[in-house]
């Protein structure tokens, strides 16, 4: 047993988020500039301007999407022959973890899963959207919808970078589209966890910096700790690809995204309350994750089903 | 990321359930919480057992996968924990094999593998928990001896320890964390006093300990003169770091006997209580996920557990707590019957978030080590 990293995962990690810090400052999705306090300057803050309150629904970014594709985004776990990169879940899970540090906009998941069986969708020429639960993300920008979303209803989505629709029928949920969501989750929590301590060594009150006081500093440190359970548990599930490792990992996820990004706000203060810090955006798109998969209840159902059987 | 175990370890496992099976139902019964002499002899008998069969050195030696695979069956077939032996096996052990000298490691580590000395950690005091460094305790050199001198509280299982790992102020004009040294102290030495103390569990687990010109062997110190501060923070690293690891295996199986529990006495179709118990299962399957990852990256660098042990102890300390709150919850009135199951657990569980550190202190550390926020002033 090796519970670690390897060399080759963490390089992939590492040119994943790199290429995705230069996406985010050429395209339409690049750095806001917070106010005041600690602007780090290559932030991915993503859609400054196409996401004014009460604008129209955002529209997708294809060229990011074309990008992700050369990546190899969706057709990692596609075998060489089929010109995928022939990797597996645990290495999906780090790249979808990096999109969801740089709150990457788009229907990731649904076009991951099709990739090889949505033509198109492997290379990011096709945009893929799926009804989960009793939700479609990114309906009206897609090619594709699977398996379909009959009775459809626009919603006003919290997220200004997710649009929403409700359908009548719940839809199946694919397990691996759990996991990558909590992949997702993971990488959000860990940029909450980031901005707040780079905040908190900035920003100062009282003559010393916030993050010298306990009380913002035991926020950050909770957070961390979630995101490191949270991280143990998600890596674990790509490697097992147990449901009931991937009902945990969410539980966990999900917990260290939503709460991490409560907490990033609260230690930002009144600029975290504001359109303009990223803050807000970490938290409404960890809300809509949450909701993926049956939302969390089906999980603990899940898992106290486990314990019985 | 690697979860799967070799094939040589996984026929460990199978070895090691083979003699857990056959040994385990020849065990005296357990002696009762306040026997301390048969706690005592029960670890140390156990300890024995471990160490004929070849056991004994899991912890300190062997791969951490091995060390694993032990904490892992010895809990699920509900072998005895480690008790007295805590201390020594746990974390003064591994503290003189990580900095004693060759002479060190062997005159005390053979006995603490074989079960035939037990040690206590005479660390805090009175005027110094939390803020562990400001502890005064002196030791005064002469000749080759150190005389020692002041008081210690909290002190588990001293009443039955053969030695004590000490903390002492060997240059009190130092900055208080320069003037410290760490040592092995026998705890038959003329001038130790031992007064139990009662905890809040009903037993008398801990004690206090008063030291009134105890002469100690300069050669019983561990690291340099002055340097003890340091030597503590390899000991604290083991005590929060890999200390604990084995407990999340038995706190899962203690969750499935909870949702078994409350399948038979109705509970389970209360669907808040039953998800609380997911939510659980998920907690201690993340906390072990936690446990695979420290172990084995400890182990690319180099054995020490680094300051991930706090983030760890944290999570773990609530954690347990909230898992006897939810067996209280599946028992109802019951759980106000001591004589029910995990009732006692429930109580001795509350020390969890204080002793090694207690939560505001390991966030500190979460904070400034690893964050690296600044210190406050
Ligand atoms: C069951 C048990 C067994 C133990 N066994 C041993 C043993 O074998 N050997 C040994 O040496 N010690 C042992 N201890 C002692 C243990 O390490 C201390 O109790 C612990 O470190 C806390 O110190 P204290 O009790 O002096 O509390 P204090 O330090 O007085 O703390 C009281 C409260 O103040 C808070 N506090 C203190 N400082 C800060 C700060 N800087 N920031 C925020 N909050 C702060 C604490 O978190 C706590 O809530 C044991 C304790 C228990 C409960």
């Given at each position: 047993?090796?519970?670690?990293?390897?060399?080759?995962?963490?390089?992939?990690?590492?040119?994943?988020?790199?290429?995705?810090?230069?996406?985010?400052?050429?395209?339409?999705?690049?750095p806001v500039a917070p106010r005041g306090g600690a602007a780090d300057g290559h932030s991915?803050a993503?859609?400054?301007?196409?996401?004014?309150?009460?604008?129209?629904?955002?529209?997708?970014?294809?060229?990011?999407?074309?990008?992700?594709?050369?990546?190899?985004?969706?057709?990692?776990?596609?075998?060489?022959?089929?010109?995928?990169?022939?990797?597996?879940?645990?290495?999906?899970?780090?790249?979808?973890?990096?999109?969801?540090?740089?709150?990457?906009?788009?229907?990731?998941?649904?076009?991951?899963?099709?990739?090889?069986?949505?033509?198109?969708?492997?290379?990011?020429?096709?945009?893929?959207?799926?009804?989960?639960?009793?939700?479609?993300?990114?309906?009206?920008?897609?090619?594709?919808?699977?398996?379909?979303?009959?009775?459809?209803?626009?919603?006003?989505?919290?997220?200004?970078?997710?649009?929403?629709?409700?359908?009548?029928?719940?839809?199946?949920?694919?397990?691996?589209?759990?996991?990558?969501?909590?992949?997702?989750?993971?990488?959000?929590?860990?940029r909450a966890c980031e901005l707040a301590v780079q905040h908190a060594r900035a920003r100062e009150q009282?003559?010393?910096p916030i993050g010298?006081?306990?009380?913002v500093?035991?926020?950050c440190?909770?957070?961390?700790?979630?995101?490191?359970?949270?991280?143990?548990?998600?890596?674990?599930?790509?490697?097992?690809?147990?449901?009931?490792?991937?009902?945990?990992?969410?539980?966990?996820?999900?917990?260290?995204?939503?709460?991490?990004?409560?907490?990033c706000?609260?230690v930002h203060g009144?600029m975290g309350?504001?359109?303009e810090c990223e803050v807000?955006?970490?938290?409404?798109?960890?809300?809509?994750?949450?909701?993926?998969?049956?939302?969390?209840?089906?999980?603990?159902?899940?898992?106290?089903?486990?314990?019985?059987? | 990321?690697?979860?799967?175990?070799?094939?040589?370890?996984?026929?460990?496992?199978?070895?090691?359930?083979?003699?857990?099976?056959?040994?385990?139902?020849?065990?005296?019964?357990?002696?009762?919480?306040?026997?301390?002499?048969?706690?005592?002899?029960?670890?140390?008998?156990?300890?024995?057992?471990?160490?004929?069969?070849?056991?004994?050195?899991?912890?300190?030696?062997?791969?951490?996968?091995?060390?694993?695979?032990?904490?892992?069956?010895?809990?699920?077939?509900?072998?005895?924990?480690?008790?007295?032996?805590?201390?020594?096996?746990?974390?003064?052990?591994?503290?003189?094999?990580?900095?004693?000298?060759?002479?060190?490691?062997?005159?005390?580590?053979?006995?603490?593998?074989?079960?035939?000395?037990?040690?206590?950690?005479?660390?805090?005091?009175?005027?110094?928990?939390?803020?562990?460094?400001?502890?005064?305790?002196?030791?005064?050199?002469?000749?080759?001896?150190?005389?020692?001198?002041?008081?210690?509280?909290?002190?588990?299982?001293?009443?039955?320890?053969?030695?004590?790992?000490?903390?002492?102020?060997?240059?009190?004009?130092?900055?208080?964390?320069?003037?410290?040294?760490?040592?092995?102290?026998?705890?038959?030495?003329?001038?130790?006093?031992?007064?139990?103390?009662?905890?809040?569990?009903?037993?008398?687990?801990?004690?206090?300990?008063?030291?009134?010109?105890?002469?100690?062997?300069?050669?019983?110190?561990?690291?340099?003169?002055?340097?003890?501060?340091?030597?503590?923070?390899?000991?604290?690293?083991?005590?929060?770091?890999?200390?604990?690891?084995?407990?999340?295996?038995?706190?899962?199986?203690?969750?499935?006997?909870?949702?078994?529990?409350?399948?038979?006495?109705?509970?389970?179709?209360?669907?808040?209580?039953?998800?609380?118990?997911?939510?659980?299962?998920?907690?201690?399957?993340?906390?072990?996920?936690?446990?695979?990852?420290?172990?084995?990256?400890?182990?690319?660098?180099?054995?020490?557990?680094?300051?991930?042990?706090?983030?760890?102890?944290?999570?773990?300390?609530?954690?347990?707590?909230?898992?006897?709150?939810?067996?209280?919850?599946?028992?109802?009135?019951?759980?106000?019957?001591?004589?029910?199951?995990?009732?006692?657990?429930?109580?001795?569980?509350?020390?969890?978030?204080?002793?090694?550190?207690?939560?505001?202190?390991?966030?500190?550390?979460?904070?400034?080590?690893?964050?690296g926020l600044?210190?406050?002033?």
């Amino acid at each position: 047993m090796r519970f670690q990293l390897t060399s080759e995962q963490g390089a992939l990690r590492g040119a994943m988020r790199g290429a995705l810090r230069r996406t985010a400052g050429a395209g339409s999705w690049g750095p806001v500039a917070p106010r005041g306090g600690a602007a780090d300057g290559h932030s991915p803050a993503p859609l400054g301007g196409a996401a004014e309150p009460g604008a129209s629904p955002p529209r997708l970014d294809r060229e990011l999407w074309r990008t992700l594709g050369e990546l190899g985004f969706f057709s990692l776990r596609l075998p060489e022959a089929d010109g995928g990169a022939g990797l597996g879940l645990p290495e999906a899970v780090l790249v979808f973890e990096e999109a969801g540090r740089a709150l990457v906009p788009g229907p990731l998941v649904a076009t991951h899963l099709a990739a090889g069986e949505v033509p198109g969708a492997a290379e990011g020429e096709v945009v893929v959207a799926a009804a989960d639960g009793r939700l479609v993300e990114w309906l009206q920008e897609a090619d594709v919808v699977r398996p379909g979303a009959e009775g459809a209803v626009p919603m006003k989505s919290v997220d200004p970078l997710t649009p929403l629709h409700r359908v009548p029928a719940p839809a199946r949920t694919d397990p691996v589209a759990v996991l990558l969501t909590a992949a997702e989750q993971l990488g959000t929590a860990g940029r909450a966890c980031e901005l707040a301590v780079q905040h908190a060594r900035a920003r100062e009150q009282f003559g010393q910096p916030i993050g010298a006081f306990q009380a913002v500093k035991h926020l950050c440190a909770q957070m961390l700790v979630r995101v490191e359970v949270a991280r143990a548990a998600v890596y674990a599930a790509a490697v097992t690809a147990e449901r009931a490792d991937i009902a945990a990992a969410r539980l966990l996820a999900d917990e260290a995204a939503v709460r991490g990004a409560r907490d990033c706000l609260q230690v930002h203060g009144g600029m975290g309350f504001t359109w303009e810090c990223e803050v807000h955006l970490l938290l409404k798109r960890a809300w809509v994750r949450s909701e993926r998969g049956g939302g969390g209840t089906e999980s603990e159902e899940l898992l106290a089903a486990d314990l019985v059987a | 990321m690697d979860l799967s175990y070799t094939p040589e370890e996984e026929e460990f496992r199978a070895r090691l359930r083979e003699w857990l099976g056959k040994v385990l139902p020849t065990l005296p019964p357990k002696p009762s919480p306040d026997d301390w002499p048969g706690r005592r002899a029960y670890d140390l008998g156990w300890q024995r057992m471990l160490y004929d069969a070849g056991y004994a050195d899991v912890h300190w030696e062997g791969t951490p996968s091995v060390r694993l695979i032990f904490l892992e069956e010895t809990e699920k077939a509900g072998a005895p924990y480690v008790g007295a032996n805590f201390v020594g096996l746990l974390h003064a052990g591994p503290t003189i094999a990580a900095e004693g000298t060759p002479e060190q490691r062997a005159r005390w580590l053979p006995p603490v593998l074989r079960g035939e000395e037990v040690w206590c950690q005479g660390f805090s005091e009175p005027d110094a928990g939390s803020d562990l460094a400001a502890l005064r305790t002196r030791a005064r050199r002469d000749g080759d001896d150190y005389v020692v001198s002041g008081s210690k509280i909290w002190t588990s299982h001293a009443e039955v320890a053969d030695w004590c790992e000490l903390l002492v102020r060997t240059d009190p004009e130092a900055p208080k964390h320069k003037g410290i040294s760490w040592l092995a102290m026998p705890m038959d030495a003329p001038g130790i006093t031992v007064r139990p103390l009662r905890t809040l569990a009903g037993s008398a687990e801990f004690a206090e300990m008063f030291l009134d010109d105890v002469r100690v062997p300069v050669a019983n110190r561990v690291g340099d003169e002055n340097d003890g501060w340091r030597v503590t923070m390899v000991t604290l690293s083991f005590e929060r770091g890999t200390a604990f690891v084995g407990e999340v295996v038995a706190c899962r199986r203690v969750l499935g006997e909870l949702a078994v529990a409350a399948r038979r006495n109705g509970r389970w179709d209360d669907a808040a209580l039953r998800r609380r118990l997911g939510r659980l299962n998920a907690e201690f399957r993340a906390l072990w996920r936690l446990t695979q990852w420290n172990v084995s990256e400890a182990e690319a660098s180099g054995g020490v557990p680094g300051v991930g042990g706090s983030v760890f102890k944290l999570r773990y300390s609530h954690a347990r707590q909230e898992l006897y709150d939810a067996a209280a919850e599946v028992l109802g009135p019951d759980s106000l019957d001591l004589e029910r199951p995990w009732m006692p657990d429930r109580l001795s569980s509350l020390s969890y978030t204080i002793a090694a550190g207690t939560s505001q202190i390991q966030r500190n550390i979460v904070g400034e080590r690893i964050l690296g926020l600044p210190k406050g002033r």
